[in-house]
């Protein structure tokens, strides 16, 4: 990375690290998006498991049922093989 000079980041709910370098202070944004990403697949999840698809994905979920009924109602072949 390009000499960007001295680089501070403040997170209110981290512990600052005021010696970073540049690369280091992109692995620091690398961890909190991998960390902000593992925590929406989890509640995502979680709201699957609990039958609850519509507030992981909200218009765009439905059940098992619902979609083989959609793919029925729409002159689809899928639904023969699960029903």
Request: aromatic share 10%.
């Amino acid at each position: 990375m390009s000499d960007v000079g001295c680089i501070i980041v403040y997170d209110a709910d981290a512990d600052a690290d005021a010696d970073a370098d540049a690369d280091e202070i992109v692995e620091w944004f690398a961890e909190q998006a991998a960390k902000s990403a593992r925590e929406q697949a989890t509640r995502a999840l979680e709201y699957v498991a609990a039958g609850e698809p519509d507030k992981a994905y909200h218009q765009f979920a439905l059940t098992w049922e619902e979609a083989l009924e959609l793919d029925r109602e729409h002159d689809g072949t899928a639904w023969k093989s699960f029903s």
